[in-house]
């Protein structure tokens, strides 16, 4: 190999330190790779796909990308034993990937202005651009996936570079990047998550599991992450899982 060649050898990504990813042409669903192996697997594992035969979103929906289009990633955090709660440390985890996601489009793409939909979507207006798919492993550590959409988005929805400027890996090096900038405290964390939620001071619909939906206006966030929500009659409700439809800003 002359020096020249060098400029035509792969390029090894600039993945910044004490990240470990792994990348594979295809897969089932990152998040079930990191899950089915979590007991091996080291603190801040990532693992990125160009395709998933069966990428999925929260209650067993799908995520559709097509092949090489998307960001399509997991990540393993393991629980540090300093940390109790299982479920504190995921939704810092959770919270932390939202405001990496939220910096990494503004970083990339200066005009768009990214929020959070509670629970865990990232929204550009009422345009969803990326959601996060979260799931406990037996071990206690916990795996984010993220879906972020770059250069392909389906009809309802909006990609960060439809023009196909950016790369899935890019913005896979840009988010590890800025989840690294966070700042460590998790008060500053809680405090930068409810300032990008969008959903609060809002009127809001909850769909919920039961079929049943909810009318009033979201707000706050409880310390284990349930929304709360106050009706027309004044009553306050405690909302863990459902899906929240932006109504109108209060
Ligand atoms: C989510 O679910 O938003 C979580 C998505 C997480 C996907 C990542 S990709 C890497 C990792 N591996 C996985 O298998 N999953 C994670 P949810 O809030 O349930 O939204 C799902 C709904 O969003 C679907 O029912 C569709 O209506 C819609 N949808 C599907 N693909 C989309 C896309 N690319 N962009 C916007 N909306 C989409």
């Not at 299982?86 to 768009?112: E, K």
């Not at 913005?171 to 300032?195: H, M």
Request: charged share 25%.
């Amino acid at each position: 190999m002359t020096p020249g060649d060098h400029a035509e050898a792969p390029l090894i990504p600039p993945w910044p330190d004490g990240w470990r990813v792994e990348e594979v042409a295809s897969t089932t669903s990152t998040n079930d790779d990191l899950v089915e192996r979590a007991a091996d697997l080291a603190d801040r594992t990532v693992r990125r796909a160009d395709y998933q035969t069966a990428g999925r979103g929260r209650l067993d929906r799908r995520w559709d990308a097509p092949a090489g289009t998307n960001l399509l990633v997991s990540i393993l955090f393991r629980r540090p034993p300093t940390e109790r709660s299982v479920n504190r440390f995921a939704l810092g985890q959770i919270r932390r990937v939202s405001l990496a996601v939220a910096a990494t489009i503004t970083r990339l793409h200066p005009d768009l202005c990214p929020q959070l939909k509670w629970p865990n979507d990232v929204m550009i207006g009422s345009r969803k651009i990326a959601g996060l798919l979260t799931q406990l492993t037996d071990d206690g550590s916990v795996v984010v996936g993220i879906g972020l959409n770059v250069g392909w988005a389906p009809a309802g929805a909006i990609a960060l570079a439809p023009d196909g400027s950016l790369t899935p890996r890019q913005v896979l090096v840009e988010l590890l990047a800025a989840f690294d900038r966070l700042p460590e405290s998790t008060d500053q964390i809680t405090d930068a998550y409810t300032d990008l939620l969008a959903t609060l001071g809002r009127e809001v619909r909850i769909d919920g599991l039961d079929g049943r939906s909810l009318v009033g206006r979201a707000v706050s966030v409880d310390p284990d992450g349930a929304l709360q929500l106050i009706d027309a009659d004044g009553v306050t409700h405690r909302v863990e899982v459902g899906d929240v439809i932006h109504l109108r800003p209060a």
